[in-house]
């Protein structure tokens, strides 16, 4: 069902250190800063040769990250979003299989603009799964 991780995100308390090391210290490509309001979140997308790191930082005092912080004051993972080809094939084969997914179970328009869900981390390990549909060419 899953193609390729298509991001892993980092929620940070210090966007701009975050991304300082990530381009001085790792030399990796990154972007400027995103505000999302949307999704509560400014966003870094960092360019990786196979993959994605988004450094999350919460924007705004609904953010869906903001409490994520104050368990983890350090920072850390946040989930990891893998590519799907169909969403709605996707969900209904998890909801089959047992897995939860949150929210209402309608996808919704992620950072990218492509349709995305999230999972219920207790049933994958510990770690919130985030699946998204991308057009493939
Ligand atoms: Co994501």
């Known amino acids: 069902m899953i193609g390729r991780l298509n991001h ?3 929620a940070v308390p210090d966007l701009a250190a975050a991304t300082a090391t990530y381009r001085d210290v790792l030399g ?3 972007s400027a800063p995103q505000d999302l309001p949307a999704h509560g979140v400014t966003v870094v997308f960092v360019e990786l040769p196979n993959t994605k790191i988004e450094l999350l930082h919460p924007l705004g005092d609904k953010s869906p990250i903001a409490k994520f912080l104050e368990s983890n004051p350090a920072g ?6 893998f590519e799907v080809e169909d969403i709605y094939k996707a969900r209904d ?3 089959a299989s047992g897995k939860r997914v ?3 179970g ?4 992620g950072a990218h603009g ?4 999230f999972l219920h981390p207790k049933d994958f390990a510990g770690a919130l799964v985030e699946i998204e549909e991308v057009a493939r060419k």
């Open 76 to 81: 850390g993972i946040h989930h990891m979003s």
């Open 8 to 10: 892993v995100a980092i």
């Open 114 to 117: 492509t349709p995305v869900l």
């Open 28 to 30: 990796a490509k990154v």
């Open 102 to 104: 949150l929210g209402d």
């Open 93 to 95: 084969q998890l909801k």
């Open 106 to 109: 309608e996808p919704k328009i």
